[in-house]
T-cell receptor, first 115, second 114 residues
Framework: AQSVAQPEDQVNVAEGNPLTVKCTYS??????LFWYVQYPNRGLQFLLKYITGDNLVKGSYGFEAEFNKSQTSFHLKKPSALVSDSALYFCAVSGSQTGANNLFFGTGTRLTVIP | ETGVTQTPRHLVMGMTNKKSLKCEQHLGHNAMYWYKQSAKKPLELMFV???????ENNSVPSRFSPECPNSSHLFLHLHTLQPEDSALYLCASSQDQREGYEQYFGPGTRLTVT
């Protein structure tokens, strides 16, 4: 069965410093992995995805994620954090027994960028 | 309007009321989804529609009744809800129902059941 774990409920980072939000996954087939961000009182916004190919995926707002098959991880990264990056981040994996696009989400990591 | 819209944004209803949530996508997508987001819990997939046909019902209680009249519109009809049904209900759409297609979410309806 597909599942995602986000081991940190909260991540704090100083503005300008690099940030990492961690995600590990478990899938029974090929992993299709996603990162979403949620700002207060808003829906989820798609940031990036890994389907196949290069292990380093670049996405919106300067975010990138590194797929590591041996460690079953898909950590989200950004070289220099902005205060406006403060939000709730969700990792998700796609899949089901039928191959349908059902997303399984982690519990989310709240990122706070300190000015 | 662009993207995925949801109305109303906030809803307070009693346990004996009947109400409906509406979702509309302006992206030309073929698949639409309902999710429930509760505090401290992962998003829960409720229903999936592909080309207006329901393809997934994730063991959702019958007091939640979805309707998809066309590929652009999705409704969630609510009746005799319980206080534990209070949550943020998110609608999403994707180009295709197959694995790997990113989903685009609406802003959600914050539901409070009193």
């Amino acid at each position: 069965a597909q599942s995602v774990a986000q081991p940190e409920d909260q991540v704090n980072v100083a503005e300008g410093n690099p940030l990492t939000v961690k995600c590990t996954y478990s899938v029974s087939g090929n992993p299709y992995l996603f990162w979403y961000v949620q700002y207060p009182n808003r829906g989820l916004q798609f940031l990036l995805k890994y389907i196949t190919g290069d292990n380093l995926v670049k996405g919106s707002y300067g975010f990138e994620a590194e797929f590591n098959k041996s460690q079953t991880s898909f950590h989200l990264k950004k070289p220099s954090a902005l205060v406006s990056d403060s939000a709730l981040y969700f990792c998700a994996v796609s899949g089901s027994q039928t191959g349908a696009n059902n997303l399984f989400f982690g519990t989310g990591t709240r990122l706070t960028v300190i000015p | 309007e662009t993207g995925v819209t949801q109305t109303p944004r906030h809803l307070v209803m009693g346990m004996t009321n009947k109400k409906s949530l509406k979702c509309e996508q302006h992206l030309g997508h073929n698949a639409m989804y309902w999710y429930k987001q509760s505090a401290k819990k992962p998003l829960e997939l409720m229903f999936v529609y592909n080309f207006k046909e329901q393809t997934e019902n994730n063991s959702v209680p019958s007091r939640f009744s979805p309707e998809c009249p066309n590929s652009s519109h999705l409704f969630l009809h609510l009746h005799t809800l319980q206080p534990e049904d209070s949550a943020l209900y998110l609608c999403a759409s994707s180009q295709d129902q197959r694995e790997g297609y990113e989903q685009y979410f609406g802003p959600g309806t914050r539901l409070t059941v009193t």
